[in-house]
C-alpha cells in the first residue's frame, strides 16, 4: 500500500511577511542602505497584520537584511557577517574545551582562501600598485621595535594586501576568521612567534607577491600560519 505524502504545513504569516519584503526589495531594485516602505505601508502592500510585520522585519534584521534605525526609519542592510563570527566563536570556544578544536578547522579555510588568494593577485600582473602594502611594513616594524606589531596592523596588511582583487566578499570572509580567531586568542596560550617573525612573515608574502613568484607566495602563506598552528597544537589532549 503506498503511502500518502502529508501535506507540507503552511508557513506563517509573519514567515510569509518575510518571504514578502525580500521579494519587494528585489522587485524594486533597492540596493543596501536604501529606505523601506513604512510598517504601514507594508501592511496594505503585503496583506498583513501589524504583528506579522514587525515579527518579519525583526527576524530579517538579525540576519542583516533590514536595518532599522530608530527615530530615523528602516532600510535595505547592508552584508555583514557579524551573525557568523558570533556563532562561529562560541561553537569553537566549545570544542576548545573537548578537544575538537574547530577553530584549527577556520584557520585552515583561512589558508587555503589566502593561498588561493595570492595567486589570483599575481595574475593580475605587475602593475599592481602595493605601495599601501609596504607603508603597513613600515609601521609593523616600527611597531615591532617598541612592542610588538598591533592586531589592527596586522589586519590592514591583509585587508590591503587583496584590495586590489576588487572583491567584497573575501574582505567579509577574511574579516569573519579574523575576529573569530581574535575573540579566542586569549584562549589559545601565549604566542611562540617574536615580533621580528611576524614582520618577517608578512614581507615574505609581499616580496613573493611583488616578484610574481606564485610558489613562493604560497609557501610564504603558510609559513605565516606556522604560529597559530603551533599554538592549537598545543591545545591538543595528549594520546
Request: charged share 30%; hydrophobic share 45%; net charge positive.
Given at each position: 500500500?503506498?503511502?500518502?505524502?502529508?501535506?507540507?504545513?503552511?508557513?506563517?504569516?509573519?514567515?510569509?511577511?518575510?518571504?514578502?519584503?525580500?521579494?519587494?526589495?528585489l522587485q524594486?531594485?533597492?540596493v543596501a542602505g536604501a529606505p523601506l516602505p513604512t510598517e504601514s505601508e507594508l501592511m496594505e502592500e503585503l496583506g498583513v497584520?501589524?504583528?506579522?510585520?514587525?515579527?518579519?522585519?525583526?527576524?530579517?534584521?538579525?540576519?542583516?537584511?533590514?536595518?532599522?534605525?530608530?527615530?530615523?526609519?528602516m532600510f535595505v542592510g547592508r552584508m555583514s557577517l557579524a551573525g557568523l563570527v558570533d556563532e562561529l566563536?562560541?561553537?569553537?570556544?566549545?570544542?576548545?574545551?573537548?578537544?575538537?578544536?574547530?577553530?584549527?578547522?577556520?584557520?585552515?579555510?583561512?589558508?587555503?582562501l589566502e593561498i588561493g588568494l595570492v595567486q589570483r593577485l599575481i595574475d593580475l600582473g605587475p602593475d599592481v600598485d602595493l605601495t599601501p602594502v609596504a607603508d603597513v611594513?613600515?609601521?609593523?616594524?616600527?611597531?615591532?621595535?617598541?612592542?610588538?606589531?598591533?592586531?589592527?596592523?596586522?589586519?590592514?596588511?591583509?585587508?590591503?594586501?587583496?584590495?586590489?582583487?576588487?572583491?567584497?566578499?573575501?574582505?567579509q570572509l577574511l574579516g569573519a576568521f579574523w575576529d573569530v580567531y581574535h575573540q579566542l586568542r586569549d584562549h589559545l596560550g601565549a604566542p611562540d612567534e617574536t615580533p621580528d617573525d611576524v614582520v618577517r612573515r608578512h614581507r615574505d608574502i609581499y616580496t613573493a607577491v611583488l616578484a610574481g613568484d606564485k610558489a613562493q607566495a604560497m609557501a610564504a602563506v603558510y609559513a605565516h600560519f606556522?604560529?597559530?598552528?603551533?599554538?592549537?597544537?598545543?591545545?591538543?589532549p595528549p594520546t
Open positions: 500500500m503506498t503511502a500518502v505524502p502529508r501535506p507540507r504545513p503552511r508557513p506563517s504569516r509573519a514567515v510569509e511577511a518575510q518571504e514578502g519584503v525580500k521579494e519587494l526589495i524594486r531594485g533597492l497584520s501589524r504583528n506579522s510585520i514587525r515579527e518579519a522585519l525583526k527576524a530579517l534584521q538579525a540576519v542583516g537584511i533590514v536595518d532599522i534605525r530608530h527615530g530615523f526609519g566563536a562560541f561553537h569553537s570556544r566549545i570544542t576548545l574545551q573537548d578537544g575538537r578544536n574547530a577553530l584549527a578547522n577556520l584557520i585552515e579555510i583561512r589558508e587555503i611594513i613600515a609601521r609593523m616594524e616600527a611597531e615591532a621595535v617598541v612592542d610588538a606589531v598591533s592586531p589592527e596592523t596586522d589586519r590592514l596588511f591583509h585587508d590591503l594586501l587583496y584590495r586590489p582583487l576588487d572583491n567584497a566578499v573575501v574582505s606556522d604560529g597559530v598552528r603551533n599554538r592549537l597544537a598545543r591545545l591538543r
